[in-house]
C-alpha cells in the first residue's frame, strides 16, 4: 500500500513518512496540488493538507476526485465547520484536524481503506498492514484464584502555589476559593507548571506530555493555550515565558501585598 502525502511543510510530510512506515505503509509526499494530480496512479491512499501554495486544497480534491476513486484524508488546521464541509462535499473520504496523534490517524486510514475495498482500483491488499491494536503490546494477565477488585491508584494531593489550588481529583482549579473553569488540556498544562513552580519546562517537553509525543502540527496551539489559562488565573504574571525555551509558573508581586 503507497500513500501520497501532499504537504508544503517539509518537516510535518517527513514526520508523517515515518509515522506511516512503523506502521507498514510505504508513502510518498509532493508539495504543491499539480504534483499530487500526476501522481495518482500508484496510490492507494492521499492525505492532503488544505494549505497549499499552488491550489487550495478544496480544489485540489475536486480534481483528484475527477480523475480517481482514490481515498482521500484532508489533514488540515484550518477546522471551521465550512472547512471540514467542504472539503467532504469535494470528496474528501475523512477530514482529520491538526494536531492530532498518529493513532489516530492510522485508526482513521485503516477505516477509510475498510469502505474504500468495494472499489476495484482499491480493493483489499493482501500486503496491506495489519490492523494496528492499541491493546498488542500489553501483557495477557496472569490469574490467581479468585478475581480481585482492581487496585486503587493512590490520590494524588491538591497542588498549590499561593491562590492557586489544582485539585487532580476533582480535575478543578480554584483561585482564591472560587472555581474556574478550565479546558482538560488547560488543566494539564497548569498542572505539570505547578509541581514544579519556578522551574522552566521546554516547549517540547510540554507538547510531549500535554498533547502527544507524535503530535502534528504547530506548537502556537501551545500559546494559545498559556494565554486563555493567564486570563483565567487573573494575572498575566503568572505563567512567564522565557523566550526560546518555553514557560514556568511564577508568583506575581501583587500576590504578596
Known amino acids: 500500500m503507497n500513500i501520497l502525502i501532499v504537504e ?22 509532493v508539495g504543491t496540488g499539480a504534483a499530487a494530480l500526476t501522481r495518482l496512479a500508484d ?16 480544489e485540489v480534491c475536486r480534481r483528484i476526485r475527477e480523475l480517481s476513486c482514490v481515498p482521500v484524508i484532508v489533514l488540515s488546521g484550518r477546522t471551521e465547520e465550512l472547512d471540514r464541509v467542504m472539503a467532504l462535499h469535494m470528496g474528501a473520504d475523512d477530514f482529520v484536524a491538526k494536531p492530532f496523534s498518529r493513532y489516530e490517524l492510522v485508526a482513521r486510514i485503516q477505516a477509510v ?8 482500483q482499491h480493493a483489499a491488499d ?49 483561585v482564591d476559593g472560587s472555581e474556574v473553569h478550565i479546558t482538560r488540556k488547560e488543566f494539564d498544562l497548569l498542572a505539570m507548571l505547578l509541581e514544579e513552580p519556578g522551574a522552566v519546562m521546554e516547549r517540547q517537553d510540554i507538547m510531549c506530555r500535554v498533547w502527544d509525543e507524535n503530535w502534528f502540527g504547530s506548537t502556537r496551539t501551545l500559546d494559545v493555550h498559556v494565554g486563555s489559562l493567564r486570563s483565567k488565573l487573573g ?10 525555551v ?5 508568583v506575581p508581586a501583587a500576590t504578596h501585598a
Do not use: M
Not at 496510490?43 to 478544496?58: E, K, Q, R, S
Not at 494575572?235 to 526560546?244: A, S
Open 235 to 244: 494575572h498575566t504574571e503568572w505563567i512567564e515565558t522565557v523566550r526560546g
Open 43 to 58: 496510490a492507494g491512499l492521499v492525505l492532503l493538507d488544505l494549505g497549499l501554495p499552488d491550489l487550495d486544497g478544496h
Open 246 to 250: 518555553g514557560y514556568r509558573l511564577a
Open 8 to 29: 508544503d511543510d517539509d518537516r510535518i510530510a517527513e514526520a508523517l513518512k515515518q509515522t506511516l512506515r512503523v506502521h507498514g505503509y510505504e508513502s510518498n509526499y
Open 126 to 174: 493482501p500486503a496491506a498492514p495489519a490492523p494496528v491494536s492499541l491493546e498488542t503490546s500489553l501483557p495477557e494477565p496472569e490469574l490467581h484464584g479468585p478475581e480481585q477488585p482492581p487496585l486503587q491508584p493512590p490520590l494524588q494531593p491538591p497542588l498549590q502555589v499561593g491562590p492557586i489550588r489544582l485539585d487532580p481529583r476533582t480535575r478543578k482549579l480554584f
Open 113 to 120: 481503506l475498510r469502505r474504500a475495498g468495494g472499489c476495484p
